[in-house]
């Protein structure tokens, strides 16, 4: 019997390539609902390709009458209250959450509260509201499969032995600025930032390769996803990408998945919930996993970083701080705003003043997320970066 899904953030990266997924495997897989955001071209396209979607979210309300009209057997919502809707009327035994950003929170803390099986994209649900998800979980509301490609990676190794582990290793290709020392990152461009050597990601995601952000995030996951602490998680610079994750057992010995860099590898792992074969590899030496290229991490050259530790560390509103400066900060250097480097100063700041709460609840954390975002604007505005 195939499994129903909403996919939210249908228009993005992860979201077509899921799309694809389902689309290629409709024996499993059916299509109730979609969020698309702003990009409302896309609907015709994806409804016809998917004649089970009874649902669309799209950003503005405005425009929900129009696509009513053209489409009278799908129910159309509109903004962030129309992703709950949109959860809660298709009704789809998973939701994958493909979406960008803090908005991607509420709407994972709603599909566990609600017993839905969560496939999981967006970093942000756990960077920020991961002791409130990991929570839900522990009180049986839900399950949580993760389509990052590090995490799935580790997953798998796992999977397959998870007693006497030393470290869990997170790869990082270090983004399009990786050659470059410090004082060369001072004038380089946005335009530059999104020529990413390895994989194909939105401009977001993209930014926060280069700046270190996106690693900082996964340490933060694998923490709330696999239980081990920031001592018994490292980082390891490898060029190729072909090694997403690696797990370093107590004999010495490393277990990876080897494969290219394809997002649909990890998506397909996460919407069989696992349940599907996969290979790993051990060695006693991770160089001889291929004619590969791999780096010591230099913390003095990503001192971004930290924050994951402080983060993970003393939790409470910490994470939410991080990815609302970040998030900001992201956004003025893509317009050309602030410099690179600054995306990292306007983050030190923000964590540096921050007085930590407990998060106890998603309003907690939104209060927290919107006077940072503001913070931020203001800083930006006065060029006080």
Known sequence: MSKSIVLLGASGSIGYQTLDIVKKNPQDFNLFGISIGHKTRKINGILSHFPSIKAVCIQDKNKVNYYQKHYPSVKFFSGDEGLINLIDYCKAEMVVNALVGFVGLYPSI???TNNYKLALANKESLVVGGDIINDLLAKGHGELFPIDSEHSALWKCLKVKDTDVDKLV??????????????????????DALKHPTWKMGPKITIDCASMVNKSFEVIEAYYLFGYDYEHISI????????????????????AEVSYPDMRNPIRFALYEGNIPFDTEVSDDYHKFG??????FD???????????????KGGTYGAVFNASNEVAVHAYLKDEIPFLAIESLINRCMNEHHNEKAKDYETLLRVDQKTRKYVRELIEKGEY
Request: net charge positive.
């Open 299 to 313: 913390i003095n050259r990503y001192p971004v970083v930290n924050h994951a530790r402080t983060v993970m560390e």
């Open 236 to 255: 390891l610079l490898h060029d190729e990408s072909m090694i997403h994750s690696l797990v370093k057992y107590k004999d010495g010995t490393y277990r």
């Open 170 to 191: 997170i790869t990082a290709s270090g983004g399009a600025f990786r050659k470059l020392n410090r004082d060369q990152l001072v004038d380089v461009k946005a335009s």
């Open 110 to 112: 709603y599909s566990l």
């Open 291 to 296: 004619p590969y290229h791999f780096h010591d």
